[in-house]
């Protein structure tokens, strides 16, 4: 509300966002609640790859060890670790090929989390505060883009607004200002339209060329190309919240309770990368980079129970087709395993 006031009783819904899941003390991300958990009876509000499965980091591990070979590096950077379950699943398989495992998290509620998760590897963990100017080895992100503020465009009655927040007396509520801004791609028909652009996650992947001089980065969320993301019938964009393992798209109510999400236009992703200076190495749907990774033979090794849990990393309909991975990296291209069958590249 301070924010509000102090910007003349508008901001964008972008800067709403970065303060509703990342102000100190009250933000979604910077509060105490478990957020992560296979169960609601956890107390979680959603589940990720590594909590659903520790066949997702251990199946990750094998392209994470064939690109620290490739690039010759020794170090794994991780940005939003979450609960640490990744980061512990990546050290266990790869042993002493890692000598460092570095964590970049806003979060010090979950960095807390996180060291109390991976005291066992001992000093081979470290956590940063910021970035050096040039960093070398392998960077992993699960689930980071979904969670960088976005903007919200609204084209009603033919016309673009830039979709904001203000403080209506007793809570929050929307507001729309004419902007100029517009998506990446014209958007058919003469129908009200809401979506989002993705400023900051463009910036991250700016970010990542200056500072990767040697190395790989994999990215792995839930999103989709531009052709797909700005499809006409995608009228209501993507924006959702998750609280006890339930969706709703009310990110006004209940601010700093719930988590709030978009999903990622891969193809800005790629293209800010490409223009900083690095190479896209693949793209493809997890189910595929998963399977070129060794997910089947690993499900040959668990339980039933087990082994129809790790599934759902790969299922159509769970996490399989929606999840994609993105990789880049500087220098000259090379192919990793997790993209030998079923690269889209070309449909970026």
Same mark, same amino acid.
């Given at each position: ?48 790859? #590594? ?23 020794? =170090? ?57 100017? @040039? ?34 007396? =007793?809570?929050? @509520? ?8 517009? #998506? ?31 190395? @790989? ?14 499809? #006409? ?17 009310? #990110?006004?109510? =209940? ?49 039933? @129970? ?43």
């Amino acid at each position: 509300m301070q924010d509000i006031r102090a910007a003349g009783g508008w901001i964008g819904f972008d800067r709403f966002m970065q303060a509703a899941l990342y102000a100190p003390g009250l933000g979604y991300y910077a509060n105490e609640s478990p957020k992560f958990g296979a169960m609601p009876g956890s107390g979680s509000d959603f589940v990720t790859a #590594p909590e659903l499965s520790p066949v997702f980091g251990r199946v990750l591990a094998a392209q994470v060890r064939e690109a620290l070979d490739a690039t010759g590096t020794h =170090d794994v950077w991780e940005f939003g670790a979450g609960s640490g379950a990744l980061a512990a699943q990546l050290l266990g398989s790869l042993g002493e090929r890692v000598r460092r495992y570095t964590i970049v998290d806003l979060s010090g509620s979950l960095r807390a989390r996180q060291q109390a998760r991976l005291a066992p590897f001992g000093d081979r963990v470290a956590w940063a505060d910021q970035l050096p100017e @040039a960093l070398e080895g392998v960077v992993v992100g699960n689930e980071v883009l979904d969670a960088m503020p976005v903007q919200l465009l609204h084209r009603r009655a033919g016309t673009w607004h830039e979709r904001g927040v203000v403080w209506a007396g =007793d809570g929050f @509520a929307w507001e729309d200002r004419a902007t100029a801004l517009r #998506p990446p791609v014209e958007i058919g028909g003469p129908h009200d339209y809401l979506t989002e652009i993705h400023p900051q996650g463009e910036g991250f992947m700016r970010m990542l060329a200056q500072r990767l001089a040697r190395g @790989a980065a994999f990215l792995i969320d839930y999103g989709f190309g531009e052709d797909e993301y700005y499809h #006409p019938q995608r009228h209501m964009g993507t924006l959702v919240c998750h609280r006890a393992h339930q969706v709703d798209s009310a #990110p006004l109510a =209940d601010v700093g309770l719930k988590d709030i999400t978009a999903h990622v236009n891969f193809t800005a992703m790629a293209l800010a990368a490409q223009e900083a200076g690095l190479q896209v190495l693949g793209y493809t749907t997890q189910a595929h980079f998963l399977i070129n990774c060794g997910l089947l033979s690993q499900l040959e090794l668990l339980a039933q @129970a087990q082994r129809a849990q790790a599934a759902k990393l790969m299922m159509e309909h769970e996490m399989g087709e929606l999840f994609k991975v993105l990789a880049v990296a500087p220098g000259a291209p090379w192919g990793p395993m997790g993209f030998a069958q079923g690269d889209r590249t070309h449909r970026l």
